[in-house]
């Protein structure tokens, strides 16, 4: 990795002078996990107590990447920044649902890059390649979380079966109680189907309640 002497001695080539703040960043930058963007190293900066502007990390970066001494990638259309160290050009793996990134190093990519840059007489400063997917933990939670909805649907169903069973019972004992109150010629019986018949009336009222419910729920 290159390192702070180093960075002194660019410094020093490009007649530009080695101040605190400059070596801060270059700190952060070594510090840091991951590719931070400028907002992040700054971020970073103000927890450590360094109250850096944006303008100036932008400089500073500007001309370590000029120099060689950092990469610049573009993850998802923000610029993003990590030091040069003695590894092949890799790929980042970005998980859509927690938004964590993965480094894959491989040779065979550098070798690849390095073919058709030669070919092409490119002079390459630096490249960043995305892969965006669901990382392995995502990936076991959405699973969980599919079984879960899939178990939740099953129940729902059966409740909704058994309500709309229910509904029918009861619909066919308002029935039978009205129907029943209209042939009696038993005052006192007429009395007792109608009371029988209101009952299954409210059955029915509150249990098409919980079946409105239940499919609204599930829609």
Not at 165 to 173: H, K, M, S, W
Request: glycine share 4%; hydrophobic share 35%.
């Amino acid at each position: 990795m290159v390192h702070r002497k180093e960075l002194q001695q660019l410094l020093a080539e490009l007649k530009l002078k080695k101040t605190s703040q400059r070596a801060l960043i270059w700190k952060a930058l070594l510090d840091s996990k991951g590719h931070p963007s400028v907002e992040e190293i700054r971020d970073k900066l103000l927890k450590e107590g360094h109250r850096i502007g944006l303008a100036t990390i932008y400089r500073t970066l500007k001309i370590l990447l000029q120099s060689g001494f950092i990469r610049q990638s573009k993850i998802e259309g923000m610029a993003r920044y990590e030091p040069l160290i003695k590894q092949p050009n890799h790929l980042h793996f970005i998980c859509n649902i927690c938004r964590s990134t993965v480094e894959f190093p491989s040779r065979r990519i550098e070798n690849l890059i390095r073919q058709v840059t030669d070919e092409y007489e490119f002079d390459e400063r630096y490249s960043g390649y995305v892969i965006f997917g669901i990382c392995k933990a995502c990936f076991r939670q959405q699973r969980k979380l599919e079984a879960f909805n899939e178990q939740q649907r099953l129940e729902t169903t059966v409740v909704r079966d058994a309500l709309e069973l229910t509904l029918a019972i009861e619909r066919r004992g308002y029935t039978f109680y009205t129907n029943a109150s209209q042939k009696t010629k038993s005052s006192s019986g007429r009395r007792m189907f109608q009371r029988l018949a209101a009952e299954e009336s409210d059955h029915l009222r509150r249990l098409q309640q919980e079946h409105r419910s239940l499919l609204e729920k599930n829609q």
